[in-house]
């Protein structure tokens, strides 16, 4: 199972750092996803199996970070600079044979998800 956490309620500008833990998932490519009510899942970020390469939506760029610390089971998004539009539940996901992809299709295991409420 993965598990995200770090989720919660900031002010605009605020940052939130997400994380999700998942034992098993060390060496798969991990993605994190966000939906609101209504709308298709959308690509935030993701990452290779060892680091080595990162992927953003560009709802993300230049304002959120994904790193993973493999040692500690770990994928992290660091949020920073957040608007009242990044407010959606979080999901992480687990990309078994992939290195990385924008679509969730790809994605062989995911999270129950962490809201983020961004107030203005």
């Known amino acids: 199972q993965l598990v995200e956490s770090g989720g919660g309620l900031v002010q605009a500008g605020g940052s939130l750092r997400l994380s999700c833990t998942g034992r098993?998932?060390?060496?798969?490519?991990m993605g994190w996803f966000r939906q609101t009510s209504g709308k298709a899942r959308e690509f935030v970020a993701a990452?290779?199996?060892?680091?080595?390469?990162?992927y953003y939506g560009d709802s993300a760029k230049g304002r959120f970070t994904i790193s993973r610390d493999n040692a500690q089971n770990t994928v992290y998004l660091q949020m920073n600079s957040l608007k009242v539009e990044d407010t959606a539940l979080y999901y992480c996901?687990?990309?078994?044979?992939?290195?990385?992809?924008?679509?969730?299709?790809?994605?062989?295991?995911w999270g129950q998800g962490t809201q983020v409420t961004v107030s203005s």
């Open positions: 996901a687990a990309d078994q044979y992939g290195l990385g992809s924008r679509r969730a299709e790809q994605y062989d295991y």
């Open positions: 098993t998932f060390t060496y798969y490519a």
């Open positions: 990452i290779g199996r060892t680091g080595e390469s990162t």
